[in-house]
């Protein structure tokens, strides 16, 4: 039976970093509140005009392309998870083919959207694709800018102290290797709470999901004109990122464990037989709290959110690569990995390494 096995894995994180105490010259915040509440001490900011989202991707790239044994060329489908995108479109995929200098048509190249989430959707859309036999290198990134588009003052801080840049990237590849690969993987989602953790304009919605239309300053229905992004929402900072972080918490905290042990499941596996679980670097106390419940011992479970705070799409595999090079995944091990996030979604992915 074939089955997909990640070949080659990579990260890359900006060289700016920025602590708790330099964010604080920006806003009403300290170091205390931002450890206790989230285990953050820094992250990395990339550097403005000369890095982007698909260029920290690229970065990220080269080294799993390195690591798999293969050149660029060889890639025959990119998939790439951000919610910080350069553009509205097109999409990064396409980005990272130029920038990766793949020339050749014979690929293709797809945007995952699914925010914290986005790496593990598009790690199970690649394994689909293996295992159909359709594709043989599949590039996967998540990569994220999220310092382009945070608001660094007061109003702002119940989100962008959380938020940091990076990418990560794996290559995958079939193997007819029964003892490797992965082994089994779940999606799922709920969109009742999608504006929960958002950013909603600009965007076509004009006010449809929202029962107080007038907070985006949109014109008189009839009347030609802008409603993809107003004068108000610059003003009123719907232009950035809003999150009701408690309510995510409290949705993370009981999914996570669920889809963790369900995926196992599917495989006659439990939490106990995990090596290693990389959970996406939401905030510590999430990962302790999923720990706790699944009863792992600290050295099952990679947690690195204190460097790079939450990376988003980036964080699982960032968090993956280091694990790698730290020898904390060695070859056999069952290494589990899981997200919860905006929209909500949430999955896992059970694999041998
Ligand atoms: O990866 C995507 C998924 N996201 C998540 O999983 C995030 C889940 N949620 C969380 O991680 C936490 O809810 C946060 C870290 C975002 C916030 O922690 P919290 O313990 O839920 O705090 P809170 O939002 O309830 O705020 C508590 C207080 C408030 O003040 P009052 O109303 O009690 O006076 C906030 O205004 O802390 C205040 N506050 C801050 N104070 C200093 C909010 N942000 C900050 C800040 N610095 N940066």
């Known amino acids: 039976m074939r089955r997909s096995r990640i070949a080659g894995v990579g990260h890359y994180v900006p060289e700016n970093v920025y602590t708790n105490n330099d964010l604080a010259k920006f806003m009403d915040t300290s170091d205390e509140w931002i450890q206790e509440r989230t285990g953050i001490k820094e992250r990395r900011f990339a550097t403005k005009h000369e890095e982007t989202t698909t260029t920290l991707g690229a970065k990220a790239s080269k080294i799993a392309i390195e690591r798999a044994g293969i050149t660029a060329e ?16 097109p999409g990064c995929g396409v980005l990272l083919q130029r920038e990766l200098g793949i020339t050749k048509s014979e690929i293709g190249a797809l945007d995952v959207r699914t925010q914290c989430t986005g ?20 590039l996967v990134v998540g990569a994220e800018m999220h310092s382009s588009g945070l608001e660094f003052n007061t109003r702002g801080r119940g989100v962008s102290v959380i938020f940091g840049d990076g990418a990560g990237a794996v290559v995958v590849q079939p193997t007819e290797d ?5 082994l089994n993987s779940e999606l799922h989602s709920d969109g009742t709470n999608a504006e929960v953790l ?21 014109p008189e229905k009839n009347k030609l004109g ?47 037989d995990i ?24 050295d099952q479970v990679f947690n690195n959110i204190h460097k790079y705070g939450n990376t988003t799409a980036a964080s699982i595999p960032i968090a993956l690569s280091e694990a790698w090079e730290q020898g904390k995944i060695k070859d056999n091990d069952l290494v589990c990995l899981a997200a919860f996030g905006s929209g909500f979604t949430w999955g896992s992915i059970v694999m041998n390494w």
């Open 226 to 272: 802008e409603i993809f992004i107003t004068e108000k929402m610059l003003d009123d900072g719907f232009l950035y990122p809003y999150m009701d972080g408690k309510v995510v918490f409290k949705k993370a905290v009981v999914k996570f464990p669920e889809v963790i042990a369900s995926t196992l499941a599917g495989v006659g596996k439990q939490p106990s």
């Open 119 to 138: 790496f593990v959707y598009a790690l199970t859309v690649a394994d689909q694709f293996i295992k159909s036999g359709m594709y043989k290198n599949i």
């Open 198 to 218: 958002s950013l909603l304009c600009p965007g076509s919605h004009g006010g449809h999901h929202h029962q107080d239309k007038d907070q985006f300053g949109f």
């Open 74 to 89: 060889d890639i025959d489908f990119i998939i790439f998870a951000t919610l910080s995108p350069d553009y509205y479109f």
């Open 178 to 182: 029964e003892s490797k690969g992965i």
């Open 275 to 298: 090596d290693l679980l990389i959970p996406h670097q939401a905030n510590l106390r999430i990962s302790q709290f999923v720990q706790k419940i699944l009863r792992l011992n600290d």
